[in-house]
């Protein structure tokens, strides 16, 4: 499975993808804010036929802070091709992303509380931890982690 950055042809897949993965869905228009502001930071997972199979869509803070920090919108891998090792491949090409492009210090990213599969994903294998919890976080009522992740200068 090839990992590649997400052009604005890929965007109506990922859109796709993530319907069929979450109910937090975006419109359009936020996957091509997302394209068109911070091209280096979203990527795609695409299977031989070039199908997309799995995408991160992912951010900067806009928030006038000290440090610059990336943000994960959403993540998500189709699931006939989960535990292939594709969102952490995903995730650590948007984070070098980060750090090449917009000198991050952190990432940030919500999850629910009950997203055991994405919790593990994070914490265990990519060293985020949790930095806050957000009660009603999400539309449903579920609270949030917050989790970040602080690059070390060897990041
Ligand atoms: N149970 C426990 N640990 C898991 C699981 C699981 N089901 N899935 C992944 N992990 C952990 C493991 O540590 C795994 O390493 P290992 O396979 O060597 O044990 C590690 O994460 C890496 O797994 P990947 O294969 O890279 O993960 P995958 O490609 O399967 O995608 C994802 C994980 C994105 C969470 C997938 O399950 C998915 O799409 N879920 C539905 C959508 C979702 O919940 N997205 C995240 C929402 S939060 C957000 O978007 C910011």
Known sequence: MDIRQATIDDLLGMQNANLLNLPENY??????????TWPELSYVAVDPAGRIVGYILAKMAEEPSSEASGHVTSISVLRPYRRLGLANRLMKQSQQAMVAHYNAAYITLHVRKSNRAAISLYR???GFEVHAMEKGYYADGEDAYGMRFVFKPKD
């Open 27 to 36: 419109t359009f228009k936020y996957y091509l804010y997302h394209a068109l």
């Open 124 to 126: 265990d294998a990519l």
